[in-house]
């Protein structure tokens, strides 16, 4: 298992891949895929935008709340109503090249900024955060046991975090994961989670809510190849990702069957 000091050395070359986005074939190939017949899944059936939905929900009355965006790149889907709406808006992320863009579109919020460095490293100092937003985020650290401890470092108490994640706990899904890993350009800082991952956290937080997504809805990407009408087809998606959302509350079988998980955790008194 990694160190810090190892972690930060990954980073700096995670920083380069970002700044440059140099892909491989295989890594071109499997973001073909996440970003095309994923993509297309989740808008059909709604998964992408319940998603969204349900982190503002769980935002709550942002305005005297200081927010963390770890990880924003150059501004994801909420970063800019983070920085509008909380008391004081802080987003970070390893690419010195995206947070200048961010910055760019965060001059007009006087309590907003955003600034490249690494969460883990000595220069980021800063602490007492009421919400920390990780937006596909947490599966980039390796060490799970170091990320938990710096969260809850960053944390007031009772502080929040929204997670947005990648699993690795369905067979299907590991398999072509395992397959995939050797050819992977950004290996070294991709990790999905794994169910002891998720345990390490339900451990360290307490799970507020949380959600499964794509689970029996992953299987839309040979449904999409059967020869029905495409209303069926996405009544059929719909269908299975309401059972996914719903019963991955409370099942942990279902939970583990689907790709990506979201979490509102609560920092333990």
Same mark, same amino acid.
């Given at each position: 298992?990694?160190?810090?000091?190892?972690?930060? @050395?990954?980073?700096?070359?995670?920083?380069?891949?970002?700044? !440059?986005? /140099?892909?491989?074939?295989?890594?071109?190939?499997?973001?073909?895929?996440?970003?095309?017949?994923? $993509?297309?899944?989740?808008?059909?059936?709604?998964?992408?935008?319940?998603?969204?939905?349900?982190?503002?929900?769980?935002?709550?009355?942002?305005? !005297?709340?200081? =927010?963390?965006?770890?990880?924003?790149?150059?501004?994801?889907?909420?970063?800019?109503?983070?920085?509008?709406?909380?008391?004081?808006?802080?987003?970070?992320?390893?690419?010195? =090249?995206?947070?200048?863009?961010?910055? @760019?579109?965060?001059?007009?919020?006087?309590?907003?900024?955003? /600034?490249?460095?690494?969460?883990?490293?000595?220069?980021?100092?800063?602490?007492?955060?009421?919400?920390?937003?990780?937006?596909? =985020?947490?599966?980039?650290?390796?060490?799970? #046991?170091?990320?938990?401890?710096?969260?809850?470092?960053?944390?007031?108490? $009772?502080?929040?975090?929204?997670?947005?994640?990648?699993? @690795?706990?369905?067979?299907?899904?590991?398999?072509?994961?395992?397959?995939?890993?050797?050819?992977?350009?950004?290996?070294?800082?991709?990790?999905?989670?794994?169910?002891?991952?998720?345990?390490?956290?339900?451990?360290?937080?307490?799970?507020?809510?949380?959600?499964?997504?794509?689970? #029996?809805?992953?299987?839309?990407?040979?449904?999409?190849? =059967?020869?029905?009408?495409?209303?069926?087809?996405?009544?059929?998606?719909? /269908?299975?990702?309401?059972?996914?959302?719903?019963?991955?509350? !409370?099942?942990?079988?279902?939970?583990?069957?689907?790709?990506?998980? !979201?979490?509102?955790?609560?920092? #333990?008194?």
């Amino acid at each position: 298992m990694k160190t810090t000091e190892s972690i930060l @050395e990954t980073n700096i070359k995670q920083a380069e891949f970002y700044n !440059t986005k /140099k892909k491989n074939f295989a890594t071109r190939i499997w973001s073909k895929f996440r970003n095309g017949i994923l $993509n297309k899944i989740k808008k059909a059936v709604g998964v992408q935008d319940q998603a969204y939905l349900k982190h503002k929900e769980w935002f709550g009355d942002l305005s !005297t709340k200081k =927010v963390l965006d770890l990880g924003c790149f150059s501004g994801n889907y909420w970063s800019m109503y983070l920085a509008e709406h909380s008391k004081e808006y802080l987003g970070i992320d390893l690419s010195d =090249v995206a947070i200048h863009k961010l910055n @760019e579109r965060l001059a007009i919020f006087p309590n907003a900024k955003a /600034k490249a460095v690494d969460f883990l490293s000595a220069e980021f100092a800063d602490n007492d955060y009421d919400l920390i937003y990780a937006y596909g =985020v947490l599966h980039h650290f390796e060490n799970t #046991k170091i990320l938990i401890d710096k969260l809850n470092e960053k944390l007031v108490p $009772n502080g929040q975090i929204i997670s947005y994640d990648p699993l @690795e706990t369905s067979f299907p899904i590991k398999i072509i994961r395992t397959l995939y890993r050797p050819f992977q350009s950004d290996a070294a800082w991709e990790w999905p989670f794994t169910k002891k991952t998720f345990y390490q956290f339900q451990s360290a937080f307490s799970i507020i809510e949380r959600r499964g997504l794509l689970g #029996k809805s992953k299987w839309m990407a040979f449904i999409s190849m =059967v020869p029905i009408s495409d209303e069926k087809k996405n009544k059929i998606g719909r /269908k299975w990702h309401k059972e996914d959302w719903e019963y991955s509350k !409370t099942s942990d079988s279902v939970l583990f069957s689907c790709m990506h998980l !979201t979490m509102l955790m609560e920092k #333990k008194k």
